[in-house]
């Protein structure tokens, strides 16, 4: 047999040339430590579930990606999350969307494919699971980082010039 | 966004993706992460996909399922011109992730396909990308932006982490 694992994290940022060495090197590290998160698991023979939802977590956790801590702001200046994981064995899926308390998104989501009867789960009553199935659950504020915060008054300043939010939010990946 | 894809020993694959979606989004806005065939998609007999990007334009192609389905439909095609059938393993489950490389699916066909789709993506205004693993063992990225990170890791080729 063999295992193979691939993981992506959007950084929020367009171009490597914009990227300092410091950032650059913390994000590389981020992801070379969720990479072999994920790879212990399947090394030792675990499964393809188990590693994919240990790499997020890690990911997660790590400010410097736009998921779990670290994730952008809405319009409204709260973080709300979206989470989805699929098994291939069985076609089994779980996701949520909106969600504002939950440490790790991934894991809800999980949770949503093992333990209810639903594939998706959206806003409160996604929280409201979360709760009852016993996840992590944190204040809003602790997904907060100063540079999503700017990044957002960034926006909204030039969306008071004419442009949408779509057209500036694609540079922060 | 951020996300993974998998095959563990057994040829099981799994995606999953997490995100804070867009900047400023507003009226409940969502996007592709959390849809399942659009941003993600895992079934073993084509493979596991995990999107990032524009996911307005993922939701419209379809992009995780339709990189899937292009894959297994493939492997389908070249199993009928070989008049073979895929060998079924104790539990009756075919072993796809045994026989694929074996009927001349390669990961080129992989790549193919992926950058096939998220070409037609592109052709519809978006940008983004997508992480592949095939149950036979294949793992690939598919990006048409740049300031994507990704990292691969495999039994065979040990660990690396790149960015497009």
């Keep these: 047999g063999r295992w193979t694992l691939v993981i992506h994290g959007g950084a929020g940022v367009i171009e490597r040339d914009r990227l300092t060495a410091q950032q650059d090197a913390d994000i590389r590290a981020a992801l070379s430590h969720a990479l072999e998160t994920g790879s212990a698991v399947l ?28 994730a952008v702001f809405t319009y409204d200046g709260a973080i709300e999350h979206d989470a989805s994981i699929m098994d291939g064995s069985t076609r089994a899926a779980g996701a949520i969307t909106g969600t504002s308390h939950t440490r790790h998104p991934v894991t809800l989501a999980r949770r949503v494919m093992e333990n209810s009867p639903h594939v998706f789960l959206r806003g409160l009553g996604a929280d409201q699971f979360s709760v009852e199935q ?9 997904f907060e980082t100063e540079e999503r915060r700017r990044q957002l008054d960034e926006m909204l300043a030039r969306e008071a010039e004419g442009l949408s939010a779509y057209d500036v939010d694609l540079k922060y990946g | 966004t951020v996300g993974a894809v998998a095959v563990d020993l057994e040829g099981n694959v799994a995606a999953a993706t997490s995100t804070g979606g867009l900047t400023g989004k507003r009226w409940g806005r969502i996007g592709d992460s959390p849809v399942i065939g659009a941003g993600t998609y895992a079934d073993n007999r084509g493979c596991a996909v995990s999107a990032t990007g524009a996911g307005e334009y993922f939701i419209r192609v379809g992009v995780a399922h339709e990189i899937c389905a292009q894959i297994r439909f493939r492997f389908q095609q070249r199993l009928e011109e070989a008049q073979a059938s895929v060998p079924l393993d104790s539990e009756g489950i075919p072993e796809y992730y045994v026989h694929a490389s074996e009927f001349g699916l390669e990961a080129s066909d992989i790549q193919e396909i992926a950058d096939g789709v998220i070409g037609e993506m592109e052709s519809l205004g978006g940008s983004g990308g997508v992480i592949v693993a095939t149950p036979w063992g294949t793992g690939t990225y598919s990006f048409n932006t740049p300031g994507m990170y990704r990292g691969m890791a495999s039994s065979e080729a040990g660990a690396n982490v790149a960015i497009y």
């Design chain 1, 134 to 142: 016993g996840l992590e659950q944190v204040e809003n504020s602790w």
């Design chain 1, 43 to 70: 090394r030792d023979g675990g499964s393809s579930l188990d590693a994919v939802e240990a790499a997020i977590r890690e990911l997660e956790d790590d400010p410097h990606f736009n998921a779990g801590r670290g």
